[in-house]
């Protein structure tokens, strides 16, 4: 499939509207060589708003007269003639209708905080977006469950995120910036050594601000490809530096069970962290093997019975639907394997289609609507008792569908919720990380980039550090100064 518009200033949503219905189609910059080719077409004249999809031989055709209104209201009008148009041509409802934005929870929040009524935003869910039932109840859920966390925020609250870039092998469908660490062990041991000074930079800056950590998570790629020592060295400045007693919560990504042994459980525990991440993203095994991980489904089994062991209470586990290969049957025996363990957090995420080779994007969009019931049957977490608490949606996910945080009660994870819903600042440590600004009580968010890799975040570390000055300057704009410092 592919996509031509014409006549457009920005064509950004027709084009993401459009993948919403054909997840791996091309945008072309020229008329089409071919005439009888797959093609949505949507362009604007003076006079009207049309769209056409030519799918397998039949055409289908759709027009709208322009008229005086604002660039918003025309947008969404054509977006929505195109949208009908494609629901038409391909006789599928996408399960969040229109809705591109990658927030849903937030829309919430954000039109409840303006003082839309609950009756205007339901409308504004089923009727202007389009969504299902299923879905708005989904998203309002998750918006009443973590409105008292975002109520009790304070302005000067804050997180830390400190980002390892490594991992033990790369997943076939990882896209993330992270290094093997076979090809990299040389630089890891300067790059903790870097990562650990950024901290307490970071804890300056902190300090000369008033902010208060509640949150600390440690995520990758794959912490756990540290060696003990260096999990140690890193874990303890983060010790030194905080005090951990007044935390919300310290999470650290055990990830994958190929690099996870009992010696890094326990100083994990020891240090600290009050919910680690073992990560199986599937127990089929000739999936687990598609993907590229070195590791058995057992040793998923094996590694969480030892962080138990370790005295580790609030595990999470992340699952991906749509995997290269998986079924809606080896998806529901992997949930039911993760059951089975009975972690205090299930994560499932849907394959991102950027993550995945052409050959798998092709492939996928066939198998579109498998996706969708994969996961329908994570119904089966709230008859075991786990509640959605967090939700996001990444653009070219399958269907466009959405990766979902489910907790037990009282084991939600507060940073999801805090850098998902834009809470509060999140500061972020190592490569690849970006520090998010967010202006307590207003809607001013400001970024602070640290270089991609680990060789340039060693090599340009002073630059890094006179970044981060800028947390500083931004809270000085932004709390009363007779309070900061
Ligand atoms: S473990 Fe995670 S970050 Fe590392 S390669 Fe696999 S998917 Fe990417």
């Known amino acids: ?82 949208y009908e148009l494609l629901r038409k041509a391909t006789g599928r409802r996408p399960p969040w209708g229109m809705l591109t934005g990658v927030r849903p ?116 790629g794959t912490p756990t490809s540290l060696n003990a020592a260096q999990l140690r060295q890193l874990m303890e400045t983060l010790a030194q530096n905080f005090d951990l007693d007044s935390l919300q919560e310290y999470t650290v990504e055990a990830g994958r069970p190929d690099c996870t042994d009992r010696e890094k459980l326990h100083i994990m525990k020891q240090l600290g962290a009050s919910r680690i991440s073992i990560n199986p993203q599937t127990f089929e095994q000739s999936v687990l093997e598609e993907i590229g991980r070195r590791h058995s489904a057992e040793a998923v089994v094996r590694c969480f019975e030892e962080a138990r062991l370790e005295g580790h209470d609030n595990i999470n586990m992340d699952l991906i639907a749509g995997l290269p290969s998986d079924t809606v049957e080896g998806f529901e025996r992997s949930l039911q394997r993760t059951l089975e363990l009975d972690p205090e957090n299930i994560t499932v995420h849907t394959l991102t289609l950027k993550r995945a080779s052409n050959l798998v994007i092709e492939k996928r969009s066939e198998e579109y609507a498998d996706v969708s019931a994969m996961i329908d049957r994570c119904e089966v977490l709230a008859q075991k008792g786990y509640r959605p608490y967090y939700l996001y949606r990444q653009k070219n996910t399958l269907q466009n569908l959405e990766n979902t945080g489910w907790s037990k009660p009282g084991k939600e994870c507060y940073y999801n919720i805090y850098i998902m819903e834009e809470i509060h600042s999140i500061l972020s440590a190592g490569a690849g990380g970006s520090t998010k600004l967010c202006q307590p009580g207003g809607d001013k968010i400001q970024r602070i980039f640290n270089y991609k890799y680990p060789a340039e975040y060693i090599r340009d570390f002073e630059t890094i550090l006179k970044r981060k000055e800028g947390i500083g300057e931004f809270y000085a704009c932004y709390l009363d100064p007779q309070t900061v410092g």
């Open 1 to 82: 499939m592919e996509i031509w518009l014409t006549g457009l200033e920005s064509g950004y949503e027709l084009e993401h509207l459009a993948r919403l219905f054909f997840p791996g189609a091309r945008l072309l910059t020229q008329r089409p060589a071919r005439a009888r080719q797959n093609l949505v077409r949507a362009g604007k004249s003076k006079k009207s708003l049309f769209a056409a999809v030519r799918l397998e031989g039949t055409c289908f055709r759709a027009r709208l007269p322009r008229r005086q209104e604002t660039a918003k209201e025309e947008e969404y009008r054509f977006c929505r003639l195109l």
């Open 105 to 220: 929870v937030r829309i919430i929040h954000d039109n409840r905080a303006a003082g839309m009524s609950e009756e205007q935003i339901q409308s504004l869910f089923l009727d202007h977006y389009d969504c299902t039932p299923a879905k708005f109840r989904l998203v309002k859920g998750i918006a009443d469950l973590q409105a008292p966390l975002i109520r009790d925020n304070q302005p000067r609250d804050c997180s830390l995120y400190v980002g390892i870039p490594f991992c033990p092998s790369r997943c076939s469908f990882c896209s993330f910036v992270s290094r093997t660490i076979e090809r990299e062990r040389a630089l890891v041991q300067p790059y903790v050594d870097k990562l650990c000074e950024e901290i307490v930079a970071i804890r300056r800056q902190m300090e000369l601000c008033g902010l208060r950590l509640r949150t600390i998570y440690i995520g990758g």
